[in-house]
């Protein structure tokens, strides 16, 4: 069990890694954020398909029946929230729509015990606020007096859809990893398609061989692979583990940009500090530490 539980928490940051670099790669892509958000999730999900018919993996129907309208309540709430997150990034600035999504892990741990029946422990409530101030810190909103309301609706409006889907698939079972990603990821891109076909002149569209091909590497890294790490992952973790381990996504974020932009300062380094230990505190069992100290003496 506990072998099962330490898998699925690698999955769970190795996802959140990869998520965290989609923004360097986004800001060389010359497509509208709706657009690649359609292209990728179609993308992931032809991906994942492909592995299933190379890897002669079968594909369990009864399972996928089974689970379909949680299935695809989740999918759509997948892509309602890519568009809600982007609508936010345009009236307001990336600083203040990314402080209201990662509202979404706090919105995990206050709804987890009323939903789930987990017990809110003091440690993971002062965790969260930790991981709250952190990207308060990060974010640099307290020096940005003006924000377009709109854009903060939109972003919590994204952080209880991205909520929504951690809760959604709790109550996915008895399926694996590749059916349910690829029937979430399958209904996002149909969910958005709707979007697309309102905002976007299609026939203005065009391709070069650079931006054709990262997006293929959000599809398939972004999307299929970090998708499949991170459902894989949430189902076999308790809601409030997961929503603080999330924090790791805008951690990886800074510290890239800092990389390749040179701007990381003193206050983003505290903002992932808090963030990081948040993470990292609230799986720290003191009782197992001072067992295997009592055991040996």
């Known amino acids: 069990m506990r072998s099962t539980e330490a898998i699925s928490k690698i999955k769970l940051i190795s996802s959140m890694m990869v998520f965290g670099t989609i923004g360097i790669f986004r800001s060389y892509i010359p497509y509208s954020s709706g657009l690649i958000a359609f292209v990728r999730g179609v993308i992931g999900m032809l991906f994942l398909l492909l592995v299933i018919v190379i890897g002669r993996k079968k594909i369990d129907l009864l399972a996928i029946r089974k689970n379909l309208p949680l299935l695809c309540l989740s999918g759509a709430f997948i892509g309602f929230n890519w568009i809600l997150l982007f609508e936010a ?31 809110l422990t003091l440690k993971k409530g002062l965790c ?65 398609l709707p979007y697309i076909l309102l905002t976007e002149n299609i026939s203005e569209i065009s391709f070069d061989t650079r931006s054709t091909l990262l997006l293929v590497i959000v599809g398939i890294l972004h999307t299929g692979i970090a998708y499949t790490l991170y459902f894989g992952s949430i189902s076999r973790l308790g809601a409030q583990t997961a929503a603080i381990f999330s924090y790791i996504d805008p951690v990886v974020a800074v510290i890239l940009s800092a990389i390749i932009l040179k701007s990381f300062g003193i206050t983003d380094l505290v903002g992932s500090i808090l963030i990081i230990g948040a993470a990292v505190f609230s799986e720290i069992s003191f009782k197992n530490f001072k067992k295997t100290l009592d055991k040996q003496r």
Do not use: H, W
């Open 89 to 119: 990034y345009r009236y307001t600035t990336v600083a203040t729509a990314t402080l209201c999504y990662y509202m979404a892990p706090v919105i995990v741990i206050i709804f987890s015990p009323l939903i789930l029946k987990e017990r």
């Open 128 to 192: 969260a606020i930790s991981a709250i101030f952190g990207m308060t810190v990060i974010s640099g909103v307290f020096g940005d007096a003006s924000s377009d309301i709109r854009g903060i609706l939109f972003g919590l409006a994204a952080a209880a859809l991205y909520a929504s889907v951690i809760f959604l698939n709790k109550f996915i079972k008895d399926i694996g990893d590749y059916e349910k990603t690829l029937i979430q990821l399958g209904t996002a891109a149909i969910a958005i």
